[in-house]
């Protein structure tokens, strides 16, 4: 099992920042993904970025250039730059390694 924890949601204004933090504790293994899903009210789970143990990257198009993920260990972050009301959503963090892990989620909400 996989443990995920969450930090660093909350209320930005348009133009904004904020940083996400997951910590996973538990069985992790090596080689495995971390990476944010988010969930817009109305809309399915998109992957919005995911980052391998090599720390390769991959974002939807619509956060590139904006956001950035990125890894320390057990740790994933992502900082998310210029951010607007369509970035609002409940925001999840993930493990996988053969199977997946989800945080409980953390909200995000951008508005003026």
């Known amino acids: 099992q996989v443990q995920l924890v969450e930090s660093g949601g909350g209320w930005v204004q348009p133009g904004g920042s904020l940083r996400l933090t997951c910590a996973a504790s538990g069985s992790i293994s090596s080689g495995n993904t971390m990476g944010w899903d988010r969930q817009i009210p109305g809309k399915e789970r998109e992957m919005v970025a995911r980052i391998s143990a090599s720390g390769g990257t991959s974002y939807v198009d619509s956060v590139k250039g904006r956001f950035t993920i990125s890894r320390d260990n057990a740790k994933v972050y992502l900082v998310m730059n210029d951010l607007n009301p369509d970035d609002t959503a409940v925001y999840y963090c993930?493990?996988?390694?053969?199977?997946?892990?989800w945080g409980q989620g953390t909200q995000v909400t951008v508005s003026s």
């Open positions: 993930y493990y996988w390694y053969y199977e997946t892990f």
